[in-house]
C-alpha cells in the first residue's frame, strides 16, 4: 500500500499560481489512480482533478478547468497538480489520494489512502 505525502502548498495572490506534489513514503504510486480533493473551513470536500493509473483517463472539476492541470511523471514516482490563474475560492485544505481498484479514475470512487493534506491560501 502507498502512504501520499504532499508538498507545495502556500500563500499566492489572486492569479498566481502553485505546484502541488503527491509523492509516497512507502512503494509506489505507479499503479494507482490518484485523485486531489480540496476542501474549505465549512464547506464539504470536493474533488478537483484525477488520473487514472494508466494516464489514460484525466477529470477536472468544473470550477478548475482550463486553470489546473494534473500530470504524472513516473521516473520521480510523484503525481503534480499545476494550479493557475488561482482565486481566493480556491483556498482549503488539498489532499492527494489513491486507489488501485478501477481503471479509469472518479472522485466517486473510494479512496482507501490519503495524505494528511497542503493548505493553499489565495488571497490579497
Known amino acids: 500500500q502507498v502512504k501520499p505525502v504532499e508538498s507545495g502548498g502556500g500563500s499566492v495572490q489572486p492569479g498566481g499560481s502553485l505546484t502541488l506534489s503527491c509523492q509516497t513514503s512507502?512503494?509506489?504510486?505507479?499503479?494507482?489512480?490518484i485523485s486531489w480533493f480540496r476542501q474549505a473551513p465549512g464547506k464539504q470536500r470536493e474533488g478537483v482533478a484525477c488520473?487514472?493509473?494508466?494516464?489514460?483517463?484525466?477529470v477536472y472539476a468544473d470550477s478548475v478547468k482550463g486553470r489546473f492541470t494534473i500530470s504524472r511523471d513516473r521516473d520521480k514516482d510523484t503525481v503534480y497538480l499545476h494550479m493557475n490563474d488561482l482565486k481566493p475560492e480556491d483556498s482549503g485544505i488539498y489532499y492527494c489520494?489513491?486507489?488501485?481498484?478501477?481503471?479509469?479514475?472518479?472522485?466517486?470512487?473510494?479512496?482507501?489512502?490519503w495524505g494528511q493534506g497542503t493548505q493553499v491560501t489565495v488571497g490579497l
Open positions: 488520473i487514472s493509473s494508466e494516464n489514460q483517463h484525466i
Open positions: 512507502v512503494f509506489t504510486l505507479d499503479y494507482y489512480g
Open positions: 489520494a489513491a486507489e488501485n481498484f478501477y481503471r479509469e479514475c472518479g472522485f466517486q470512487y473510494k479512496h482507501p489512502y
